[in-house]
């Protein structure tokens, strides 16, 4: 986008907290997990959720992403009540020590999602944008939650095998004008827009989502970028997801660029930092 255009605002009701995004915000990701695909953001232990949630809140998150089971590619997928037992306990742990903090739950399912919202959790963060779950939409539409819907080609046990589109920026866009109307009818709010960097999508389909996110704009919804350490950055980089912070400074700021609302990271210091440049690169421009 120009230098010299003003971010959108957006006002979100998460659950009674009030999330104003008049500027680029940081979500950052913490895995109860084993086995997600960066080692660096998976936490077991209580000590080291409060370490985790703490270190971030610290650096300038605005919204810690809970995620009970890895949607890596390949991954092998959890039942819903595995998934809640990892959820319930991390999600209660940070809201009673944080009382403050928003907090994201990661899930495709529809009873996750009303067990973690009793829990603490204000945002509902669904990698299927409804399509795993038939009964999602209609109970995250029962609680005054965003709901981040994203874009995923299959599942994610196969999603990687061989992902063909036609024009992915046309089919992604349709993808979000369906879905964020059956939002609207299912009585939700607030909804973020999340195009699925990585999910069912090539290389080259990454970058022409990335090149084009300002196309999304036009549904007036905030537009989350989820690039951290993934593999169009490892993988053209030859490097590994450990190695990959660099690069993934240098595609969060082009997506703030193109107009990105919300940046989902593992490192929330750099991301900041990015955000920073970009704000005060953007004002510069407006007053010169």
Known sequence: MPASEKTTLFT????????VIDKPVIMGIMNITPDSFYSKSRVQTE??????????????????????????????????TEEEERLLSAIELIHKNFP?????????????????????ASIINDISGGMMDDNML????????????????GRPETMQVNPVYEDVVQEVLDFFILQ?????????????????FGFGKTISHNFQLL???AVFKMLDRPVLA???????IYKTL??????????????????????????RVHDVKEAAEAIKLFEVYNNAEAVS
């Open 180 to 196: 964020t109307e059956k939002c609207r009818q299912h009585n939700i709010k607030d909804v973020i827009i999340d195009p699925g």
């Open 100 to 120: 403050g903090a928003i907090i994201s739950a990661d899930t495709y399912y529809a009873a996750v999602a009303e067990k973690v919202i009793e829990a603490g």
């Open 47 to 80: 000590d080291e959720v409060l370490k985790a949630a703490s270190k971030m809140i610290a650096e300038g998150a605005a919204i810690l992403d809970i995620g009970g089971q890895s949607t890596r590619p390949g991954s092998t997928r959890l039942s819903a």
């Open 226 to 232: 989820g690039l951290s350490r993934k593999g169009a």
């Open 211 to 213: 090149r084009n996110l």
């Open 138 to 153: 209609a109970t995250v539409g029962k609680f005054p939650v965003p709901y981040i819907c994203m874009h995923m080609q």
């Open 12 to 19: 979100l009701n998460c659950n009674g907290k009030l999330l």
């Open 238 to 263: 030859n490097v590994t997801a450990e190695d990959a912070l660099n690069g993934t400074t240098a595609m969060n700021m082009i997506a703030l660029l193109n107009g990105a609302s919300v940046l």
